[in-house]
């Protein structure tokens, strides 16, 4: 009995033979629009997620120089949510946010960590800690994210990612200056 499986080729127009490949490229491109997209809306709904949590870690640190970063991130947070909004309308998407379990995860670790932490400089290593693990997924996500837009050819999307980019690592390059000239000294000093 013959096989008479269907094939993906064609003749185009100049009766040259394509095996579709052109039709795969562009679901493979399709599919890959659909990854940025989601994690579009992911890191939004974490952003918006994050002015509700940095007011708290704000109210529970003690050191002025924790506090005045925390703060300061805070007004960057509110304008990453706005740069958010400007990259969905670059791509023609309505801002949409989808639950970030792993942001919800880090949230809820900050608030145990806080909760569970002694009061003064024991809890501000805590908050910086917690702190961290939510700049190191910020960076992660839109590192990748930057990355899916230059190779989807999305110009405008790619460079308002990279500007968040920059001002994570910059947040938690400056979380790490406080824990390291002040607050880990001062919690080291403490346990002794």
């Known amino acids: 009995m013959e096989n008479n499986k269907s094939s993906t080729a064609t003749i185009s127009?100049?009766?040259n033979q394509s095996n579709g490949s052109s039709t795969k490229d562009s679901m493979k491109s399709s599919q890959l629009r659909e990854l940025f997209e989601d994690g579009l809306k992911d890191i939004y709904w974490a952003e918006k997620a994050l002015?509700?949590?940095?007011?708290?870690?704000?109210?529970k640190a003690t050191s002025k120089k924790l506090i005045d970063a925390?703060?300061?991130?805070?007004?960057?947070?509110?304008?990453?949510?706005?740069?958010?909004?400007e990259v969905f309308e670059s791509i023609d998407k309505k801002?949409?946010?989808k639950k970030c379990e792993a942001m919800a995860g880090l949230i809820k670790e900050a608030e145990e960590i806080m909760e569970s932490s002694e009061e003064g400089v024991m809890r501000d290593a805590g908050i910086i800690s917690a702190g961290?693990?939510?700049?190191?997924?910020e960076i992660a996500t839109y590192g990748t994210l930057r990355q899916f837009a230059e190779t989807l050819g999305l110009n405008e999307a790619a460079s308002l990612l990279?500007?968040?980019?920059?001002?994570?690592?910059?947040?938690?390059?400056?979380l790490s200056e406080v824990a390291k000239n002040a607050i880990n000294i001062e919690a080291a000093q403490a346990d002794v």
């Open 13 to 15: 127009q100049n009766g």
């Open 51 to 59: 002015t509700k949590a940095i007011p708290k870690m704000v109210k």
């Open 70 to 85: 925390l703060s300061s991130h805070l007004a960057e947070t509110e304008d990453q949510i706005t740069r958010l909004e």
């Open 95 to 97: 801002p949409e946010a």
């Open 132 to 137: 961290q693990k939510v700049e190191h997924y």
């Open 162 to 174: 990279e500007k968040t980019l920059k001002e994570e690592k910059a947040a938690d390059q400056k």
